[in-house]
């Protein structure tokens, strides 16, 4: 098979920063954006801004599906283009788009049904309850498109094309942006929607993305195709999903479940402190930008060489990739740290919301170099089919290490001990994974089986 972009045979340093650098800008617009919209959003009040940072943990649900579904797209579509299985290749990813639409129906049926006494359970006030029912109804009904579009990007980034998922997500992100102060504020000719404009306008840049990336993947990529309801094909092709798919969800469900716990603590503590955490976790994304765009690239770049049978290139990949991550975020730590008063007062007006995310700012990000080496090592097992042992790293490092810290911290030292407690999880849990990803062996051998056809390269 021709190695258009170089994953099998081209130097790794080059090659990863060539797949990452769009992905880079890609991601820094979307969170850009959801950063803007943040802030928009702080503009109504901090009640507004506390009702979002509850619906954060719900999104993240969401948005585990489609990172677990993902992740078995990326690492099972990459082995198949690398080993040439075309026709496989098609097939399996047409499965895997239909088993997302059902999933996902499923989870939005319950979601609108549940609205009120989940987020009543995560310690929203009467005050919130309103705001996030307004905010989540529409948000529920853009899901389906939402995790769609997550998958069929990384259908795309399996192909090593890393260009077109961020353009797509940055000109997205771009219509969310110019789109939410016209539907939150009611300017011109808009109607005047407070909270439930900035979904809207989320709605809209949801629809756009998901249209431009059926398109390339039917018409451009010509990897998705309607391959027939063959029932023996599609449960063995959604097998080997759940092999990956089961337990990365889970991994990333993990996240917003402990979210919420520490949502809830913050809530019987200060609501201050939860509309500070809220900002501050969708801060911690953009910080770990980097991180996140190199995690994209390294998928299908391990995957295919995996599928090729260069395991060594693949270890060397990643190794690159966690040293080059405890580098970086420490040197970015040091501007953060300087700056935490300043992003904190763009976010809110509130004193003790801006001191809350002030202290946040400053301590949390100390560990986000151990934690990209967690976030780097947890991807590449899914890529060395090894989710299980992804699921229990996931599983030590939320519930056995940063609730129980957390809530000892609260107990000592209220807010601050909360907060301090989660770059201390970050720093153990990433000296842990270093040494194991330092000694990680040739994969489990779960690769596609062998084919006769013809090999031709996709374009």
């Known amino acids: 098979m021709k190695d258009k972009h170089g994953l099998l045979s ?30 928009f959003i702080s503009q109504l009040g901090t009640e507004s801004l506390a009702a979002v940072s509850f619906t954060f943990p719900v999104a993240i649900v969401f948005a585990s599906v489609a990172i677990g579904i993902g992740a078995a797209v990326s690492t099972n579509l990459a082995r198949l283009i690398g080993a040439g299985n075309q026709t496989q290749a098609k097939a399996f990813l047409f499965d895997a788009m239909l088993l997302t639409f059902i999933l996902v129906s499923v989870l939005v049926t319950l979601g609108i049904m549940a609205i009120d006494p989940l987020f009543s ?9 309103p705001l996030i ?10 899901a389906p498109l939402l995790v769609l579009l997550m998958v069929g990007n990384q259908g ?5 094309d890393t260009h077109s998922p961020a353009i797509i997500m940055s000109v997205a992100a771009i219509i969310n942006l110019i789109l939410d102060p016209l539907l939150i504020f009611g300017i011109g000719p808009f109607p005047e929607w407070g ?7 989320t709605l809209i840049s ?16 010509k990897i998705l195709v309607i391959a027939g309801l063959c029932q023996q094909r599609i449960i063995n092709n959604w097998r080997k999903l759940g092999h990956i798919a089961r337990p990365a969800a889970l991994m990333n469900m993990i996240n917003p479940i402990a979210n919420g716990i520490i949502l809830a603590m913050l809530a019987r503590a200060d609501q201050a402190a939860v509309a500070a955490y809220g900002a501050g976790i969708r801060l ?20 295919q060489n995996l599928g090729a049978g260069q395991h060594q290139r693949a270890k060397d990949a990643m190794m690159l990739s966690i040293r080059f991550a405890l580098v970086f975020q420490t040197l970015l730590y040091i501007p953060i740290f300087f700056s935490g008063e300043f992003i904190a007062q763009l976010f ?9 995310l002030s202290f946040y700012i400053q301590v949390l990000p100390a560990a986000y170099g151990p934690l990209a080496v967690v976030i780097i090592f947890a991807t590449c097992l899914n890529a060395y089919h090894r989710p299980i042992q992804s699921l229990v790293i996931n599983l030590i490092r939320l519930m056995v290490l940063m609730l129980p810290l957390a809530a000892i911290g609260l107990y000592l030292g209220g807010v601050k001990g909360l907060l301090i407690a989660l770059p201390i999880t970050n720093t153990i849990m990433g000296i842990a994974c270093y040494v194991m990803a330092s000694k990680i062996t040739e994969p489990d051998s779960i690769s596609a089986p062998a084919t006769n056809e013809p090999v031709s390269p996709l374009n």
């Not at 340093?13 to 820094?28: A, Q, T, Y």
């Not at 795309?156 to 090593?160: L, V, Y």
């Not at 949801?206 to 990529?221: D, E, M, N, R």
Request: hydrophobic share 60%; charged share 10%.
């Open 284 to 303: 911690e994304t953009l910080f770990l930008v980097a991180i996140m765009a190199l995690t994209s690239s390294l998928m299908p770049f391990v995957g």
């Open 133 to 142: 029912h307004d905010y989540m109804l529409v948000w529920f009904i853009g």
């Open 121 to 129: 359970l995560l310690g929203a006030n009467e005050v919130s309850l």
């Open 195 to 201: 909270i439930q404009g900035a979904a809207i306008a």
């Open 10 to 39: 081209a130097p790794i340093g080059r090659v990863l920063f060539n797949m990452s650098l769009p992905n880079l800008i890609g991601i820094l617009t979307i969170y850009g954006g959801s950063l803007i919209d943040t802030f």
């Open 206 to 221: 949801w629809f756009f993305a998901a249209s431009v990336a059926a398109y390339i993947l039917i018409f451009k990529k």
């Open 348 to 356: 809110s007006s509130d004193p003790v919301v801006v001191d809350w």
């Open 156 to 160: 795309i980034r399996a192909t090593g």
